[in-house]
C-alpha cells in the first residue's frame, strides 16, 4: 500500500468510526427508558427543567403536562406516570387511598398570595365575600383557612379552575382568590392587587411536593433522578432569569411573570425539605374540615415520607 492509499484509508476508516459513533449514539438515546413526570403548566413546577438537566446513558426524565390536578392525580393512581408533582393534600390522600407513592422532596416553598379587586384594601374587607381556591384539597386552602380564622372572619368558598380565576377577579365574579403562579399575578397585570403573600401568612410552608412511586424510588436511577431536581433548584436561585426562560418554554406561561415571582422572592426553591410535622398538620386541617376519608385518619404520615433531603 502507497502513501497515497494508506492516506485514503486512514480517511475512510475516521469517517466510518465517526459515522459509527453517530449511529450509536442515537440509538443509545432512541433507546433510554423514560421516566415520565407528571406536572401543571404552573411556577410551583418549575423544577420540571430537570429533564434539561438531567444526563444518564440510559435513561431520560420526560414531562408530562396535565390540564387538572385530577387527571394527574388520576395517571399517578393508574401507574400511567412514575412520579409527579403534586399539592400536599391530594398526595396524602393518595397515599392514603392505597396509591404506592412516596414524597422524596418539595417542589418549592411559599409561591402564592390572596389576589383581590382594587376595592378590597385590608383582610378584614374580605368578610362575606366570594374567594376563589384551585380545590379543597389544597394548600391554599389550608392558607386561607389559617388566615380567615386569624382575622375572625367568612368567606364564600368558590372552587374554580387557576386559569379562570383572572377574568373571574377582573369581572367581578370573584372579590378575591388564592392560587399558584402565574395566576395570581397574571390579574395584578390587568389591575387586581396582592393583598397579602402566603410567606407572610405562614413562612416557609409547603404547597406541592415531588411524589415517586416505590417502584422509582427503589430503582438504581432515583438517586440521580433527586440530583436532577436538587440541581434544578439551585440554577432556579443562582440563576433565576435563565431559569424563568427555560421554565416558560416548557410551561407555556410569560416568563416576565415567572421571572418576577422568583426575582421578588414570591416563590422559594432555596429549601426542598418536608417534614412530618408539616404533613402532620395538614392531615389534621382535612380532618377538621371533614375532609379526610377514614383511610387518611389512620394514615402515618412516616410510610409517605421519604428521607432523602
Known sequence: MNRRNALEFLAGFLAFSASNCVANSEFKNKFKKGIKIGYLP??????IIAKDIFISDTHEIVGIKFASWADLSEALRAGAIDGAFLLAPLGLMLKASGVDIK??????KNGSAIIANQNIN???ELDGKNVGIPSRFSSHYFILDKLINKHGIKVNLIDMAPTEMPFALLTGRLDAYIVAEPFGQLAVKYGAKNLIFSKDIEPNHICCLLNFTSELIRSSIAKELIAAFKSAAKFANSSPSKAAVSGAKILGQELNIIDDTIQ??????????VSKSQLEELKQFLIRVNLASNELKKLDISSYLESVI
Open 122 to 124: 385590608s383582610i378584614s
Open 42 to 47: 404552573i411556577c410551583d413546577h418549575l423544577l
Open 264 to 273: 421578588k422572592g414570591i416563590i422559594s426553591y432555596n429549601d426542598l425539605s
Open 103 to 108: 414524597v422524596v422532596m418539595a417542589a418549592h
